[in-house]
């Protein structure tokens, strides 16, 4: 089970963290993603990071503003989100992956979190 949280409203140029806990399954063992759906659009890829945290893999329309990181001592993934643009409008969800490497597609993730909104005002 995944929860995501740290959601909210900014304005264009801000920054948020978005936050995902797991509980009940082997956290470290498993790469972990953030999709993001805006409305009217297909659900995309945004960000994941291998079980280590060692490597990670960012969409280019995030790529040198956003940052994925974990805590497996936490279970816990992040998304830190800087220079936020209104097109970064969506609902964010956390996922975990089948294995342990980084995939953008999201049949390689077979649990899900239950979404988080992020609004950014122009």
């Not at 498993?30 to 990071?49: H, L, S, T, Y």
């Amino acid at each position: 089970q995944l929860q995501a949280f740290g959601g909210g409203l900014v304005q264009a140029g801000g920054s948020l963290t978005l936050s995902c806990t797991a509980s009940g399954r082997a956290f470290s063992s498993v790469a972990m993603g953030w999709f993001r759906q805006a409305p009217g659009k297909e659900r995309e890829f945004v960000a994941a990071i291998t079980r280590s945290g060692g490597g990670a893999y960012f969409a280019d329309s995030v790529r040198g503003r956003f940052t994925i990181s974990r805590d497996n001592a936490k279970n816990t993934v992040y998304l830190q989100m800087n220079s936020l643009k209104p097109e970064d409008t969506a609902v964010y969800y956390c996922a975990a992956g089948r294995n342990p490497y980084v995939s953008i597609d999201e049949y390689e993730y077979d649990s899900w979190g239950q979404g988080t909104q992020v609004t950014v005002s122009s």
